[in-house]
């Protein structure tokens, strides 16, 4: 049973391009939670989605950034026209049922720079 | 109010030592306090939680110490080893609003031989 895969690893986009983050949840998963990791910064929550609906998005920035959850296909973060301080690497972390006390499972990240 | 203070920010500690990491937080909704242990290039794992009406959460070398009335907790590491050395992060929630996970900075560990 593979785990939460993200795609890509590593990440490098120039000012103002677009970056898409992939994350397929592990199988039996229908909960996705994106967090950001800033440089000797703990997690901050951005988003939260079940296929098809995001939940909550209370973290994640008013303007620019995009999540998804569609019903065939991984969990997709979108950030677009990106800027130096979009650079952090992104977690994706998916639960059989809602929150955390179904078990949280991280997968290893997609960092970003942007140069 | 929903931050959670961790500290010390880096901790060095002997082979065979005890090393103890200590949260602290605000908000008495919380109810549901897991510890986080991340490798570098990996993405956390959870290592063990705790709820408060439990003081104490033992899991092999790994110890979790709750004290309600002070908000705050800690993770104890006995005999740590080189193999702990990693960025153990503490963490809380509330069943009210169970996709909000609140973490705290973190704090990097190195277990010297």
């Known amino acids: 049973n593979a785990g939460v895969m993200q795609n890509p690893r590593h990440l490098v986009r120039r000012r103002g391009q677009e970056a898409r983050l992939r994350c397929s949840p592990m199988?039996?998963?229908?909960?996705v939670y994106w967090y950001r990791q800033l440089p000797e910064e703990g997690l901050k929550f951005m988003v939260y989605?079940?296929?098809?609906?995001?939940?909550?998005e209370s973290g994640m920035p008013k303007e620019r950034f995009s999540a998804e959850f569609p019903k065939e296909g991984p969990s997709i973060l979108r950030i677009q026209q990106v800027v130096r301080g979009d650079s952090a690497a992104y977690f994706c972390?998916?639960?059989?049922?809602?929150?955390?006390?179904?078990?949280?499972?991280f997968g290893s990240g997609t960092r970003l720079t942007v140069v | 109010q929903q931050q959670v203070k961790q500290s010390p920010q880096s901790l060095i500690v002997q082979k065979g030592g005890i090393s103890i990491i200590n949260c602290a937080y605000e908000?008495?909704?919380?109810?549901?306090f897991p510890w986080y242990q991340q490798f570098p290039g990996k993405g956390p794992a959870l290592l063990i939680a705790i709820r408060p009406d439990v003081s104490e959460k033992k899991e092999g070398r790994f110890t979790i110490s709750f004290n309600k009335s002070a908000k705050q907790f800690s993770l104890h590491i006995m005999d740590s080893q080189p193999g702990d050395s990693a960025t153990y992060f503490c963490?809380?929630?509330?069943?009210?609003?169970?996709?909000?996970?609140?973490f705290g900075p973190g704090t990097s560990l190195s277990v010297i031989p």
């Open positions: 963490a809380a929630s509330m069943e009210t609003s169970y996709d909000k996970v609140i």
């Open positions: 908000n008495t909704a919380f109810d549901y």
């Open positions: 199988k039996g998963h229908s909960h």
């Open positions: 972390a998916s639960s059989p049922s809602a929150g955390i006390y179904g078990g949280y499972t």
């Open positions: 989605l079940q296929k098809e609906n995001i939940i909550d």
